[in-house]
């Protein structure tokens, strides 16, 4: 998605402590002809000193900064003023950093590893007053906020087991079952979650098992 001809370069600032990271952006960004660089940050205090010199319209910032949180510099930004645009840029995918930085003010969340296109269709969004998340954080976000299907109380203390690393017939030992019954609750929980693999039903015991 190209701006219009008309538009002024969008002043963008970027925030994140590789400087490595910085220059390939900085060199995508320029590349378009319609975005200017106006400053780079690694850290929260020259970030609000940038802010407030520079004046960008939208600020670039990683999740993750040495010794601090990229969603809490984003919320303090956002409090010196309100009407600039943040888009996320972090190789996390949790939903809840994701949730956590939409709540800090956040217009957008892009995952590293997105194509250069997805970004700049990110910054376009962003720009144009809307939001964008990468495909998968959107997905995994829909997923955490979706209703958890209705666990009994012993399938909740296996997936618990699960998560704690036992194996079926250790749960059975201390539950007082048959290696059986705890292979058919281990099924039972599979078919409730839409899991199609053992690594699946591991994965998420150890993701959920505390708020089953």
């Known amino acids: 998605m190209t701006p219009p001809a008309s538009l002024p370069p969008l002043r963008i600032l970027l925030v994140d402590d590789h400087p490595l990271v910085r220059d390939g952006l900085r060199a995508r960004l320029q590349a378009e002809g319609h975005y200017a660089v106006t400053a780079e940050a690694g850290a929260p205090e020259s970030a609000l ?10 600020v670039l910032m990683d999740v993750g900064l ?9 919320a303090q930004m956002l409090q010196r003023r309100p009407g600039l645009h943040v888009l996320m840029f972090s190789m996390y995918d949790n939903p809840e950093y994701v949730q956590r930085a939409l709540q800090a003010g956040a217009r957008g ?5 997105a194509s250069g296109d ?5 910054i376009e969004a962003v720009r144009a007053g809307g939001t964008f998340l990468s495909p998968g954080v959107a997905g995994r976000l829909f997923r955490a906020q979706a209703p958890k299907p209705i666990l009994t109380p012993r ?13 079926s017939k250790q749960i059975a ?13 281990r099924q039972n929980i599979k078919r409730k979650l839409a899991l199609d693999t053992p690594a699946d039903l591991m994965r998420y015991a150890l993701e959920h098992a505390r708020n089953p």
């Open 49 to 58: 000193q940038a802010l407030q010199r520079d004046d960008p319209d939208l």
């Open 66 to 74: 040495k010794g601090a949180s990229g969603i809490d510099l984003a």
């Open 109 to 113: 969340y892009v995952l590293k590893d």
């Open 118 to 122: 997805e970004l700049l269709a990110a």
């Open 155 to 167: 399938e909740s203390e296996i997936l618990s087991a699960l998560a704690r690393g036992e194996s």
């Open 173 to 185: 030992r201390d539950l007082d079952l048959s290696v059986r019954t705890v292979e058919s609750h």
